[in-house]
């Protein structure tokens, strides 16, 4: 008899924000290896375009849809197209981001506020809300929320950016508690410093990266696969009694601030 938990994403539809690079980009390609159809959503669509294809020459079934998720015209079309394409959404991984104020918290013009906000936090309640009303039509679904350990605890010159994912942990409890009723599962991963473009200003000076690895007790930064296995834990059958909780995959940085 296999026991193992079911990792299997085959006949699911699986939208993911922010997949034109990173962490996004890294999920798409292993939920399509997990056999989802994948609607990869950024702001352009060029480099959309490439993962797709790359992703149907592996085998894998995907669509590239540039989307802003500041406008809910586009999160609608968006939703559409993808049924249209392959039926319904049954994950939704919410994952774009931006950050334009680096400093001190009270250096920022609101204006920083209104960007970082509506990306980080209103764009992940619209995507959420028209990802409810697609999984109720096939009986449920996931919703994944990548905030960031920036929302536990506060990270230097990047107060605005620490509050919106502090928001979206809030989110993600308050979606969790509101949908469980209709077989909707919601949670967060909230990543510590990742190899990514946003990160690139840290990993690419290594003073800098030097003196921010000694408060990650790995002492390393993660590459982007090393969130996919929490990512398709998150979708897949095998998390059926997992919702409004937070994962941080952050090589024990939380822990250890805690200790100091």
Known sequence: MNHLPNFDLSGKIAIITGASRGIGEAIARTYAGAGAAVVLSSRKQEALEQIAGEIRAAGGQALALAAHTGESAAVQTLFQTATDEFGGVDILVNNAATNPHFGPILSAEESHWAKILDVNVVGYFRMAKAAATAMQERGGGSIINVASIAGRRPQPGMGVY???????????????????????????IAPGFIKTAFSRAIWDNPQLYEEVMRIVPQGRMAEPEELTGIALYLAADASSFTTGSTFLIDGGQYVDAGMG
């Open 162 to 188: 620490c509050v919106s994912k502090a928001a979206v942990l809030m989110l993600t409890e308050v979606l969790a508690a509101e949908l469980a009723g209709v077989n909707i599962r919601v949670n967060a």
